[in-house]
Structures are given as structure tokens and as C-alpha cells.
């Protein structure tokens, strides 16, 4: 109890039956009961006139303790009546009104942000030291649904955004309060399979499954099992109707060029730099490799992804391709989005685009991670046999994309190249390809790396062979903030191999706290409007 912010009485305070009246009194929707009620509750075992002696007593307990301190009179008889006065701030009252408020009708699905809010409110389960008391078990119950269905509600709000990180962990909380609460355990299913963790989504199912049978020796819902059949038998995004892909939104550069993106997450940006020349956000999403890495490495942090204006979904022209149009068209991408800050990632062919992006705009580029980089030509192991794309006939070129996406790969994923190789087939072309072929030999961007003062990692799979460990061990060197790190099990693409390392490298690294002065500026954040989250 406080009174004008001072605490004025605690579990510390010796008088227990006072406090417990006061506290049967405000989780009564009135505030108040009939002395017999109180008596009843409180000294069941006393006959009705030690009883009345006991409630005289513990009034004036209370009204001392408030009296001492300038406080008025909280209880007061009032005939057969016992009232709490009705100015006191119940803090449990206070919650309840907050949740119902976030809550709102039915038909309109709420945002998370109220309903977290109101949750905060939340301290847990209702007078724990009562626990054996009856009079307080149909007001904890209920306040315990209550916070359950703000759970639910602010899961399925961060699950409508694409947060499924965040929804996770509101449908884990829930089941840890009620195992038996089926609708917690198919929404953690949905989050871990669209978090690529398919595996944990089916042990999911067999954890829902055993808690029915204990709790209400029942089997899990029809709706529940064909869940589970979904995600044994998927192998795309879209055999997951709960994941529908990313809405591409276009952003038009200073000359007309529409840039294709799509954006998945909510948190710190990072933007993605695709691979040159192949690259499609939308046919990537499509092959559940692709699919699977992008969503784990937007677990805390909203992921852009994009096309150069040479490949997927935006405009395909050749004729303007070279290494500052590039940079250019990120700074109108990231204009458009609203990013005044963010994290860049490049891949192996995109380096040198990043390299030079961050060398330019080095304000609004907070760290920078390069996997597999090449910023020379001459770095590149495979560069000579891309003049398979000079010929400009379908068989060369779907030579080229096969050889491609095995030599990028591995020959130990047969399936998966078969598959990457329909998407560098839809992404580019022949002639694409060719018209790069002098910006693959001659591009050298080793210069600008000394300029670069951002945190930055260059990251190496142990067993990625496109380009040397020698020369990217160089590469971090020639960084003034620079790191190497080695992935043991990873391969070229980090979609193969041990993802999770991977993925685990590049979050620590930017989750690091700020090295400067300026570690409390504030991070870029998304401009949503128009954008549909995954």
C-alpha cells in the first residue's frame, strides 16, 4: 500500500488480517461487503461477536497506520457494510481496465503495442502469499485468463507483421501458464516453422499432444493434426498457407528505375545486397533454402532485401550497370524506406558493391558484415569460366546457370542446385551476363576498405572454395575496425552447411554493444507504409 508513493505497508507489516481485508475489499467489484462476509472469510472459526471484535481491531490497525503518515481513512463501516474507499488505486483494477481497453472488439484485430503495454502491467500471479486462500483464488483466476488472452492477442499481432520471433515467445509463455491451451501450441508451431525450425514445430505437436492427454484426456483438434501434416510434408513457403510470401514494393530512382524489395521482420535494420548478377527476391522466397535463411536471419531485426536494377524483380537495364549507379540506387532504396541508419550485408559477388556503398556513405552504415567477399576481380577462383555467357544462345546459357549454382554450391547438393539453378535461369539472362563480364574483371575496390571505420566482420566458410582464405584473411586486414572469423561446416552459400553458425556469427557481431561515444544514437527505423510484412 502506498500513499503518495510511499510504501506504507508490506508483507513486512505485522498486522496480516488487516491487510488481508484490505485486500479482500479491492478484488471486490464494488469495494465492498457485507460484515458477515468479511467475518466469514477472514475468522471463519470465530463465533459472531469475536468476530465483529476482530474486524473493530483490524479497522483501527489501518486507519493508525494511515493516520501516522497523513493519510486518510481506507475501510469504514457503513451499517451491515464494510467499503474501501473509493479513491484508492487498485493496481490489479488498473490492469484489468488497461487489458479490456487493448483488447477491444472482436471484430477488429488489435495492434501488438497495447496489449504489451498492458501486459507490462502484469506482475505475475495474484497475491502468491494468499495462495490458500479461497477468497482470492476466482479473482486470480481470472485476471491469470486475462493475461493469457493478452498473450494470445499480441502473439497473433506480431505474427500478422511477421515477427514470428516475437510471437513465439508470447505462445511460449502461454504454454508454460497452461499446457493444455491447444490454440499456444499450434500458433508456436506456425512461428517455428516459418522460423525455418520445422523439426522443433513437429516436436511441438507431440508436446501439444502429451498435454492433452494428461490435462483433459483428449487428443489434439483436427485443425491442430492437419497443422502438423502441413509441416511434415512442406518444402516451400507456399505449402505453409500461415506464410504468405513478402509483398514486393518498388522504389524509383532519380532516372525512373523501379528497385524491387520486400521487408520481413521488425527491429534494428539490415539490408542485403544481392549476388551479381543473379539474384529475385520473389523466386528465392519460393525455395525453402533461401526461404529458411532469410527468416532466421530476420529473428530481432527487420531484413530488406532487394534487386539491382540488372536482375529479378526490378528493371533489367545492363546499360547503366557499374559500381556508383549501384550505390546510388541503395541510397534511393534506402531513402524510400525511410532508413537513416542501418546494418549492410553483402554475399561472395556483392562486395565490392558494398565495400564501396559504406566507403560513401559511411553516416548511415552502422556495421558491416562480408560473407565470402570478393572486391577484385582478380580474387574471384571461378571468374574465368564465366565467358560461357558470351554466347548469347539457351544452351550456353543454361549451361551456365547449372554450372553455376553446382560450382557455387558444392556437388554435395544435388536437389538444391537443381533448384537454385531455375532461379539464376528467371533471374538474369545471357546477355545480362555478358554485358558484366568486364565489370567482373576490372572492378577493384581494395583501396576503399581503409576508409571504412564502421565495425566490420568478413566471414569464411571452412569449406567455401570461391575464394581464398589468403585473400580474405587480407581483406579484414586492410580494415581499421575490421574482423575474420572462420565458420566451421559452413559452405559457399550460407543456405547449406551449418546455417545456424552462421547466422549465430553475423547476430552476436551486430549485436555487440557500440564501440564509440554515440552507442545510445538512435538505430534507423522503417518507413512501413505500403509494405506488407511476411
Given at each position: 500500500?502506498?500513499?503518495?508513493?510511499?510504501?506504507?505497508?508490506?508483507?513486512?507489516?505485522?498486522?496480516?488480517?488487516?491487510?488481508?481485508?484490505?485486500?479482500?475489499?479491492?478484488?471486490?467489484?464494488?469495494?465492498?461487503?457485507?460484515?458477515?462476509?468479511?467475518?466469514?472469510?477472514?475468522?471463519?472459526?470465530?463465533?459472531?461477536?469475536?468476530?465483529?471484535?476482530?474486524?473493530?481491531?483490524?479497522?483501527?490497525?489501518?486507519?493508525?497506520?494511515l493516520?501516522?503518515?497523513?493519510?486518510?481513512?481506507?475501510?469504514?463501516?457503513?451499517?451491515?457494510?464494510?467499503?474501501?474507499?473509493?479513491?484508492?488505486?487498485?493496481?490489479?483494477?488498473?490492469?484489468?481496465?488497461?487489458?479490456?481497453?487493448?483488447?477491444?472488439?472482436?471484430?477488429?484485430?488489435?495492434?501488438?503495442?497495447?496489449?504489451?503495454?498492458?501486459?507490462?502491467?502484469?506482475?505475475?500471479?495474484?497475491?502468491?502469499?494468499?495462495?490458500?486462500?479461497?477468497?482470492?483464488?476466482?479473482?486470480?483466476?481470472?485476471?491469470?485468463?486475462?493475461?493469457?488472452?493478452?498473450?494470445?492477442?499480441?502473439?497473433?499481432a506480431?505474427?500478422?507483421?511477421?515477427?514470428?520471433?516475437?510471437?513465439?515467445?508470447h505462445y511460449?509463455?502461454?504454454?508454460?501458464?497452461?499446457?493444455?491451451?491447444?490454440?499456444?501450441h499450434?500458433?508456436?508451431?506456425?512461428?517455428?516453422?516459418?522460423?525455418?525450425?520445422?523439426?522443433?514445430?513437429?516436436?511441438?505437436?507431440?508436446?501439444?499432444?502429451?498435454?492433452?492427454?494428461?490435462?483433459?484426456?483428449?487428443?489434439?483438434?483436427?485443425?491442430?493434426?492437419?497443422?502438423?501434416?502441413?509441416?511434415?510434408?512442406?518444402?516451400?513457403?507456399?505449402?505453409?498457407?500461415?506464410?504468405?510470401?513478402?509483398?514486393?514494393?518498388?522504389?524509383?530512382?532519380?532516372?525512373?528505375?523501379?528497385?524491387?524489395?520486400?521487408?520481413?521482420?521488425?527491429?534494428?535494420?539490415?539490408?542485403?545486397?544481392?549476388?551479381?548478377?543473379?539474384?529475385?527476391?520473389?523466386?528465392?522466397?519460393?525455395?525453402?533454402?533461401?526461404?529458411?535463411?532469410?527468416?532466421?536471419?530476420?529473428?530481432?531485426?527487420?531484413?530488406?532485401?532487394?534487386?539491382l536494377?540488372?536482375?529479378?524483380?526490378?528493371?533489367?537495364?545492363?546499360?547503366?550497370?557499374s559500381?556508383?549507379?549501384?550505390?546510388?540506387?541503395?541510397?534511393?532504396?534506402?531513402?524510400?524506406?525511410?532508413?537513416?541508419?542501418?546494418?549492410?550485408?553483402?554475399?561472395?559477388?556483392?562486395?565490392?558493391?558494398?565495400?564501396?556503398?559504406?566507403?560513401?556513405?559511411?553516416?548511415?552504415?552502422?556495421?558491416?558484415?562480408?560473407?565470402?567477399?570478393?572486391?577484385?576481380?582478380?580474387?574471384?577462383?571461378?571468374?574465368?569460366?564465366m565467358?560461357?555467357?558470351?554466347?548469347?544462345?539457351?544452351?550456353?546459357w543454361?549451361?551456365?546457370?547449372?554450372?553455376?549454382?553446382?560450382?557455387?554450391?558444392?556437388?554435395?547438393?544435388p536437389?538444391?542446385?537443381?533448384?537454385?539453378?531455375?532461379?539464376?535461369?528467371?533471374?538474369?539472362?545471357?546477355?545480362?551476363?555478358?554485358?558484366?563480364?568486364?565489370?567482373?574483371?576490372?572492378?577493384?575496390?581494395?583501396?576503399?576498405?581503409?576508409?571504412l571505420?564502421?565495425?566490420?566482420?568478413?566471414?569464411?566458410?571452412?569449406?567455401?572454395?570461391?575464394?581464398?582464405?589468403?585473400?580474405?584473411?587480407?581483406?579484414?586486414?586492410?580494415?581499421?575496425?575490421?574482423?575474420?572469423?572462420?565458420?566451421?561446416?559452413?559452405?559457399?552459400?550460407?543456405?547449406?552447411?551449418?546455417?545456424?553458425?552462421?547466422?549465430?556469427?553475423?547476430?552476436?557481431?551486430?549485436?555487440?554493444?557500440?564501440?564509440?561515444?554515440?552507442?545510445?544514437?538512435?538505430?534507423?527505423?522503417?518507413?512501413?507504409?505500403?509494405?506488407?510484412?511476411?
Amino acid at each position: 500500500m502506498e500513499v503518495s508513493g510511499r510504501v506504507l505497508i508490506d508483507r513486512r507489516w505485522p498486522r496480516s488480517k488487516a491487510r488481508a481485508l484490505v485486500k479482500l475489499l479491492a478484488l471486490q467489484p464494488a469495494r465492498s461487503l457485507h460484515r458477515d462476509q468479511v467475518i466469514e472469510a477472514l475468522w471463519p472459526h470465530l463465533d459472531a461477536e469475536a468476530g465483529e471484535n476482530q474486524l473493530h481491531k483490524n479497522i483501527h490497525y489501518l486507519r493508525q497506520a494511515l493516520h501516522e503518515h497523513g493519510g486518510a481513512p481506507l475501510v469504514r463501516l457503513e451499517g451491515p457494510l464494510v467499503l474501501l474507499d473509493n479513491h484508492a488505486q487498485i493496481d490489479a483494477a488498473c490492469f484489468a481496465e488497461k487489458a479490456r481497453t487493448a483488447l477491444g472488439p472482436p471484430a477488429s484485430p488489435p495492434d501488438a503495442a497495447p496489449l504489451e503495454e498492458a501486459l507490462a502491467l502484469y506482475a505475475g500471479a495474484l497475491l502468491p502469499e494468499d495462495q490458500y486462500e479461497p477468497w482470492c483464488d476466482r479473482p486470480r483466476a481470472e485476471l491469470a485468463d486475462l493475461a493469457q488472452r493478452l498473450r494470445l492477442a499480441a502473439a497473433a499481432a506480431r505474427e500478422r507483421h511477421g515477427d514470428f520471433e516475437g510471437a513465439a515467445q508470447h505462445y511460449e509463455r502461454v504454454v508454460a501458464d497452461d499446457r493444455a491451451r491447444e490454440e499456444a501450441h499450434r500458433g508456436l508451431m506456425r512461428a517455428y516453422a516459418a522460423l525455418g525450425q520445422r523439426d522443433r514445430a513437429l516436436r511441438q505437436y507431440d508436446a501439444c499432444a502429451a498435454a492433452l492427454v494428461d490435462e483433459v484426456g483428449a487428443l489434439p483438434s483436427r485443425e491442430t493434426a492437419q497443422l502438423a501434416a502441413r509441416i511434415r510434408r512442406a518444402h516451400t513457403a507456399r505449402d505453409l498457407d500461415q506464410i504468405p510470401p513478402p509483398e514486393i514494393r518498388h522504389v524509383t530512382t532519380n532516372d525512373g528505375t523501379r528497385i524491387a524489395s520486400h521487408v520481413i521482420g521488425a527491429g534494428r535494420p539490415l539490408v542485403v545486397v544481392p549476388n551479381i548478377p543473379w539474384n529475385d527476391i520473389e523466386r528465392e522466397w519460393h525455395m525453402r533454402e533461401y526461404r529458411d535463411w532469410f527468416l532466421k536471419l530476420s529473428r530481432g531485426r527487420t531484413l530488406v532485401r532487394f534487386d539491382l536494377p540488372i536482375q529479378g524483380r526490378s528493371d533489367r537495364r545492363p546499360e547503366r550497370a557499374s559500381v556508383d549507379t549501384w550505390v546510388s540506387d541503395i541510397d534511393a532504396l534506402a531513402s524510400g524506406l525511410g532508413l537513416p541508419q542501418f546494418d549492410l550485408l553483402s554475399g561472395i559477388s556483392s562486395g565490392a558493391v558494398a565495400v564501396a556503398y559504406a566507403a560513401t556513405h559511411p553516416d548511415r552504415v552502422r556495421r558491416l558484415v562480408l560473407w565470402e567477399p570478393w572486391v577484385r576481380g582478380v580474387d574471384l577462383v571461378w571468374a574465368e569460366p564465366m565467358k560461357l555467357a558470351q554466347p548469347a544462345n539457351d544452351g550456353p546459357w543454361d549451361e551456365l546457370c547449372r554450372w553455376a549454382s553446382h560450382t557455387t554450391l558444392g556437388w554435395r547438393h544435388p536437389e538444391v542446385a537443381e533448384a537454385m539453378s531455375e532461379v539464376i535461369r528467371g533471374s538474369s539472362s545471357t546477355e545480362i551476363v555478358a554485358s558484366l563480364w568486364g565489370w567482373y574483371t576490372n572492378v577493384d575496390l581494395m583501396p576503399a576498405l581503409a576508409r571504412l571505420t564502421m565495425p566490420a566482420l568478413v566471414l569464411h566458410g571452412s569449406e567455401a572454395t570461391l575464394v581464398h582464405e589468403e585473400t580474405l584473411r587480407h581483406i579484414a586486414s586492410q580494415l581499421p575496425n575490421g574482423q575474420f572469423r572462420i565458420i566451421p561446416g559452413a559452405e559457399q552459400l550460407p543456405i547449406v552447411g551449418d546455417v545456424d553458425a552462421i547466422v549465430r556469427a553475423i547476430h552476436d557481431f551486430l549485436d555487440m554493444p557500440e564501440p564509440h561515444a554515440d552507442r545510445d544514437a538512435p538505430a534507423g527505423s522503417l518507413n512501413r507504409a505500403g509494405i506488407t510484412h511476411v
